[in-house]
């Protein structure tokens, strides 16, 4: 530990926590994860000692329980106020959106979400653009976000409606972490300690995304021989069992949308034995 440096206090594990370890420690940030009861007092006391900052990373942790927190004046953040709803599978733009306590914001570029055989593949919006940033950034700041935060949203006519919203860093922001010079994670971390955000702009002018489901014993590691050697620019990353049913993403970015997606798509069949080739 770095006394120099401040705390982060996770209260529960998994991937999300595992990924904002990583991130806080790269700039030092000492990181707490607390992996018992929180009716044991004595324990949950001594992790909050240890803590500046207290976030969570699933809805496992109770809302209520962040609220008791916040009440005996520990910094909870995001707020527990703040409650994520909607299903993003639902949406048809995805936008991520991060905002710090002193109220400086950035949005990343918004993705547009199609259904493909199983999968679901995510790739840049090239229009109305600013529209979708725009919005995200309003109800960043109606809610009084800080850290990060995916908005889903609905298109009905001319309008772009908000139906979903979701605190904290998740696996529909994963692919950030290959295709913008700053991703989610590492965002949140800033936000959460009010530094500077990060550069939200994307390393190519397109950013494309699938994410592929499997059977529990299903072997995902021998799809990467072909896979890789086929296509060295792909990035993969797997997410286990999760509650949403995926099992893992791959990412590619370039300037063509057209080859991109085809790259993609022919990944997803791969992983999901549509074909063998």
């Known amino acids: ?3 120099k440096f401040p705390t982060l206090g996770i209260l529960n594990t998994g991937r999300e926590s595992k990924a904002l370890e990583f991130s806080a420690s790269r700039i030092g940030i000492n990181v707490e994860i607390f992996l018992g009861d929180s009716r044991d007092l004595p324990q949950l006391n001594g992790f909050l000692e240890r803590s500046d900052v207290v976030t969570r990373t699933s809805k496992e942790v ?4 962040l609220r008791n927190l916040n009440a005996q004046g520990h910094t909870v953040r995001p707020s527990p106020e703040i409650e994520s709803f909607g299903d993003p599978r639902q949406a048809d733009v995805h936008l991520l959106v991060a905002r ?6 950035a949005t990343w570029s918004p993705m547009e979400i199609d259904q493909f055989r199983g999968g679901i593949i995510l790739s840049t919006v090239a229009w109305d653009a600013r529209i979708y940033q725009r919005r995200a950034l309003e109800i960043a700041m109606s809610i009084n976000l800080v850290g990060v935060a995916l908005v889903g949203f609905k298109k009905e006519g001319s ?3 908000i139906n979903s919203l979701h605190v904290g860093p998740s696996i529909w922001g994963s692919w950030s972490a290959w295709g913008a010079k700053t991703d989610q994670y590492e965002q949140h971390v800033r936000a959460l300690f009010d530094l500077p955000l990060g550069d939200t702009r994307l390393v190519s002018p397109i950013v494309v995304t699938g994410y592929f489901a499997g059977e529990s014993e299903a072997n995902l590691f021998r799809p990467y021989l072909h896979l890789m050697a086929r ?5 993969f990353e797997q997410f ?4 949403e049913g995926f099992q893992g993403s791959v990412v590619v970015h370039g300037s063509s949308l057209f080859d991109l997606r085809l790259s993609i ?3 997803l069949d791969f992983m999901n034995g549509v074909i063998d080739e």
């Open 265 to 267: 798509e022919h990944a």
């Open 240 to 243: 286990g069992i999760e509650a």
């Open 100 to 105: 710090s306590p002193h109220g400086q914001a």
């Open 231 to 235: 296509n060295s620019d792909l990035k």
């Open 1 to 3: 530990m770095n006394p």
């Open 62 to 65: 109770s809302s209520s329980l």
């Open 159 to 161: 309008d772009y409606a």
